[in-house]
Antibody, heavy 121, light 108 residues
Framework: QVLLQESGPGLVKPSETLSLTCSIS????????WNWIRQPPGKGLEWIGY???????TYNPSLKSQVTISLEPSKNQLSLKLNSVTAADTAVYYC???????????????WGQGIQVIVSS | DIQMTQSPSSLSASVGDRVTITCRAS??????LNWYQQKPGKAPKVLIY???TLQSGVPSRFSGSGSGTDFTLTISSLQPEDFATYYC??????????FGQGTRLEIK
């Protein structure tokens, strides 16, 4: 069974960098595509981006200037960094695996439980 | 970006009802359409992928159909545990991957 678990600070100050980690068990990060998705309070889902085990990344153009997603293979983890955050970045952040060999047509399964991040001074 | 529009945005129904949720893409996406169920405080869970393939472990009362721009998720006989929010998602044109705005299914 593949399990994902997000971790990181629940409160970040405006203009600072949000840093989250996703720990993976039951699968190797050295395969598949690994994604970050977020959900502002009471709103829908927004895809942030993905990293492939080769290190290739693709980001949502609306966030591209703020986002870095990377892998830490030795820890079987992936990370998300979002810089210069504002209140609009307040959301639940999820990591999720895309189980196809290509992102074309892929879906997300499984998901982590999510971590609430609030941006406030 | 491909815009995904779901209808209705909210829906009230009773246990045992047959329910259909529609998702329309702003351009053709073939069958690269997936459906998720999300309950309050929980992560989304995939129900249907590739427009009509039932994810392992998902009850057979859920079904999906469509291709091109128009898709439907049908629940043949609503159960109490089905009251949740449902999202469609396309991964035909990346970036970005996009989701519908969600359909909230409530108990009548």
């Amino acid at each position: 069974q593949v399990l994902l678990q997000e971790s990181g600070p629940g409160l970040v100050k405006p203009s600072e960098t949000l840093s989250l980690t996703c720990s993976i068990s039951g699968a190797s990060i050295s395969s598949d595509y690994w994604n970050w998705i977020r959900q502002p309070p009471g709103k829908g889902l927004e895809w942030i981006g993905y990293v492939h085990y080769t290190g290739t990344t693709t980001y949502n153009p609306s966030l591209k200037s703020q986002v870095t997603i990377s892998l830490e293979p030795s820890k079987n983890q992936l990370s998300l960094k979002l810089n210069s955050v504002t209140a609009a970045d307040t959301a639940v952040y999820y990591c999720a695996r895309a189980p196809r060999i290509t992102m074309l047509g892929s879906w997300f399964d499984p998901w982590g439980q999510g971590i609430q991040v609030i941006v406030s001074s | 970006d491909i815009q995904m529009t779901q209808s209705p945005s909210s829906l009230s129904a009773s246990v045992g009802d047959r329910v259909t949720i529609t998702c329309r893409a702003s351009q053709s996406i073939g069958t690269y359409l997936n459906w998720y169920q999300q309950k309050p405080g929980k992560a989304p869970k995939v129900l249907i992928y590739a427009a009509s393939t039932l994810q392992s472990g998902v009850p057979s009362r859920f079904s999906g159909s469509g291709s091109g721009t128009d898709f439907t998720l049908t629940i043949s006989s609503l159960q109490p545990e089905d009251f949740a929010t449902y999202y469609c998602q396309q991964s035909y044109k990346i970036p970005p991957i996009t989701f519908g705005q969600g359909t909230r299914l409530e108990i009548k």
